[in-house]
DNA sequence: CCCCGCCATATTGTATACAATAGCGCATGC
DNA sequence: GCATGCGCTATTGTATACAATATGGCGGGG
């Protein structure tokens, strides 16, 4: 999209996921514009984008703020990850190139490499990637839009700050045998897979946000 | 949303839905500004959820045009209406209120009805009805609004009006039967009745939309 | 004859002014 | 002291003017 609205979306998006502002802060459309040095008319419209990620959430009488997920909503937003992501690996198992599965090789490496560090936002970003490159191999436009708003959540970052190295091990154990599901073009079996590591990393947010706020 | 922008928003998609404008067309937002009685504000607006939904194609350039599904298209989108309608009708099983079969038991009886005459649009109305009931059952606000950008579509409205009785027969069982899996409270029951009904209708689709065009 | 680049113009993006409306506090009456 | 209704104010919705940009045609060159 165009500039400013471009600037105005980025900054707003920065300010949710990075914590700048917590869940239940008022977005106003005037303290935003001056904020990004745009007018409103650009801030309206990456309010409305980021309701459509679901950062941003709107009263009835259309005041925005900082989304508040309950544990219900990370629930519900992890049932539909497993599903959805699940059904993007076996799509991919039967699509994905050679040199995809490359990509996913040195994605999987530098999480092993995190596996020495407490560095989460290296582990994230490593583990967003190799995750991209499936949904990518899958080919679905929708169903990329769809994960697309679902994933990279605060909510999520926040907590993932917690996770100790044994999260990183594990994920790093789970990525490697979707990569074998994939040379194996086993479908049935990378759905599993990812189905799965989802669900674990579901319950290991669970445990780890339990003490949380 | 508010009266300008909801106006825009609902008389093109009437626009767009009812083929009073052909996939391809360009919308211009000016144009659709004097048609609708509004300013190009709400229009824009209009055109962003109306792309949200896949109803709207835009061009790198920024150009809207009424949305043009390819096979390919319509194939990915019934794959994901199998999923996500599948678990939909798993949460219901376990979450309908018997008030909520009662609705699904006289939108069938709808359905029936509609098998003694050629009126489609009578059938699909009962039908949209019928699937919206179990949305709502499934209490899952993400997955109902990833379904209601997916069901709906131009494309399936256009080819349903060749379906014969017979389709609406094969919908009225399958109904009836998904009604069974949720007095049942069975949830696999539930998902694999919906599943095959999306599949068996994304068949009938393909051979009734093969002389298209 | 075809291709490429430039310019006119159609179309969208942004800013700003104004209108409508929702929220909130205060005063008033019970 | 508390509820309730009114009016002010903060905030969003809409319209319009202007700026930026893509598009498509036209002319020149290969």
New binding site residues.
């Given amino acids: ?5 471009d600037l105005a979306y980025a900054r707003i998006r920065q300010g949710i996921t990075a914590g700048e502002w917590s869940p239940g802060t008022p ?4 303290e935003l514009a001056a904020l990004c040095g ?5 801030v ?2 990456a309010l409305r984008r980021l309701e459509a990620e679901y950062l941003v959430r709107r ?6 703020f900082v989304a508040d997920w309950s544990a219900d909503d990370v629930a519900e937003m992890f049932a539909l990850r497993a599903i959805l992501e699940g059904h993007a690996a076996a799509r991919a198992a039967t699509r994905i190139t050679p040199e995809a599965i490359g990509k996913l090789q040195a994605l999987n490496a530098e999480v092993h490499a995190s596996c020495g560090t407490d560095d989460t936002d290296r582990f994230l970003a490593a583990n967003r990637g190799f995750h991209a490159i499936v949904l990518e191999a899958a080919a679905s436009p929708r169903l990329a839009q769809m994960l697309g708003a679902l994933v990279e959540q605060p909510v999520v970052r926040r907590t993932a700050q917690r996770y100790g190295r044994g999260e990183f091990v594990r994920s790093h154990a789970e990525h490697a045998a979707l990569i074998e599901a994939f040379l194996a073009r086993d479908a049935q079996w990378a759905q599993s897979t990812m189905t799965g590591h989802i669900r674990r990393a579901f319950h290991a947010f669970v445990a780890v946000s339990g003490s949380e706020d």
Same sequence: chains 1, 2.
Avoid: F, Q
């Fill in positions: 999209m165009s500039k400013a609205s977005l106003r459309e005037e745009v007018s409103r008319t650009p309206r419209e009263t009835e009488g259309a005041r925005s």
